[in-house]
């Protein structure tokens, strides 16, 4: 009895910590890691959140078990330098939820990705050099963990096309009839 009350106190104190804690204050440490990650400046400037959700569509006993929602307002993805634009990317929100128990398995589940606003600027240059091409930082094992990805909901979007190659100068506008999905924390 004695281990599954401690057990108890110490799962309710990291619960409390959990709602409590500043999830702002890791904004440079996810700007540092992500720019890293891709070779260029990823920044976040609105709020980041962490929330818990009952999943809506699970049944029996892992209809309890919540996931963790994150959200991210104010993304930009910066262009290289040669590009027209500053920004590759602008985004007002991002948000999505983790499955928990698939974790233990090291699987990342996200069904749902909702992207609020995003704007995204193409360009290609005569020699073929394009602003889509990232530079991935390579490990030099392979990773344990795996990722699946559900579905992308758009919430009015917009891509602006600027190729010098096929002489192509486009804008599509993405606008969905309902309202954006904002996060709920």
């Known amino acids: 009895m004695w281990f599954f009350g401690i057990l108890a106190i110490l799962i309710a104190i990291l619960v409390v910590i959990f709602l409590i804690f500043d999830w702002n204050r890791l904004r440079p440490y996810v700007d540092d890691k992500v720019s890293e990650a891709i070779g260029r400046r990823f920044e976040i400037t609105g709020d980041l959140k962490v929330g818990w959700h009952r999943p809506p569509n699970e049944t029996g006993w892992k209809r309890w078990v919540p996931w963790p929602r994150f959200s991210a307002g104010k993304i930009t993805i910066a262009n290289p330098d040669w590009a027209r634009q500053q920004h590759f990317a602008t985004l007002d929100e991002i948000g999505f939820q983790v499955k928990v128990l698939p974790l233990l398995a090291h699987d990342i589940v996200i069904s749902l990705i909702n992207l609020v606003n995003p704007s995204i ?45 096929t002489k192509a100068e486009m804008q599509v506008v993405v606008d969905t009839l309902a309202s954006p999905c904002r996060s709920a924390m």
Do not use: M, Y
């Not at 073929?128 to 909901?153: C, V, Y």
């Open 121 to 165: 600027d193409i360009e290609r240059l005569k020699n073929n050099r394009n602003n889509w091409t990232f530079k991935f930082k390579q490990s030099s094992e392979p990773s344990t963990w795996n990722l699946k990805l559900g579905d992308i909901s758009l919430a009015k979007g917009t891509v602006d096309v600027h190729d010098e190659v």
